[in-house]
């Protein structure tokens, strides 16, 4: 049975936009009328879309920065903004007027977790002498939802929407701190760091 959950603060895929890198996803676009997806360009240029396939890269910064850049064919167009405080794991809303477009952006991402989980090991932060923590992961497959709604920023009313469908992911649950892993040492043998194994979720 497929467990359903609309956020996973646990991963760290937006957790604010903090270390989340880039996230790309290609899907359709489907537009409310006849006229295109106007998006000004961090250039200044306007710049149209068509309703069909579209890539969408997603990018966050350490803070609540993000940036979206789109493609199609020759099309190219990028945009940046910042997100609400209580926002996380790509689901915002950004009004046109702060994004200096002429469209509202409502970015939701959904996935619907399923089957057993697993475990393996990783490498986590730094820790003791020069050596980095040996973790223990929990992982799950998943499938993946992502939408994101424009509309117009005076009115309203629906322009269009983009929408992205992935199948059979695999998603960070948890990491555990286990084992800190020192450099050896030149003058001795390689002692572990005396820690406490705790709960990392970065």
């Known amino acids: 049975m497929k467990t359903k959950k609309l956020l996973l603060p646990f991963v760290a895929a937006f957790a604010l936009l903090a270390g989340c890198g880039e996230e790309t996803r290609t899907g359709q676009l489907t537009l409310a009328g006849s006229q295109p997806l106007t998006i000004v360009d961090q250039s200044g240029s306007k710049v149209d879309f068509a309703a069909g396939p579209l890539k969408v890269v ?7 920065k ?9 099309a190219k167009a990028k945009f ?15 009004r046109g007027a702060e ?33 980095t923590w040996l973790t223990e992961e929990t992982w799950r497959h998943g499938d993946e939802s992502w939408n994101v709604d424009f509309a117009d920023a005076k009115t309203g009313a629906a322009v269009g929407a983009f929408k ?4 059979g992911k695999s998603y960070l649950l ?29």
């Open 58 to 64: 997603f990018s966050g910064d350490s803070g609540r």
């Open 174 to 202: 948890s990491s555990r701190n286990v084992w800190c892993r020192e450099q050896p040492q030149p003058n001795g043998p390689n002692i572990p760091f005396p820690q406490n194994p705790r709960v990392n979720f970065n």
């Open 80 to 94: 940046s903004g910042r997100v609400p405080d209580s926002s996380g794991d790509w689901n915002f809303k950004a």
């Open 99 to 131: 994004l200096g477009q002429a469209v509202d952006v409502a970015s939701a991402r959904a996935v619907e977790l399923y089957g057993p989980t697993w475990l393996q090991t990783g490498s986590g932060g730094v820790c003791g002498i020069g050596g």
């Open 164 to 167: 992205s469908v992935v199948h």
């Open 66 to 74: 993000f940036t979206v850049s789109l493609e199609q064919g020759g």
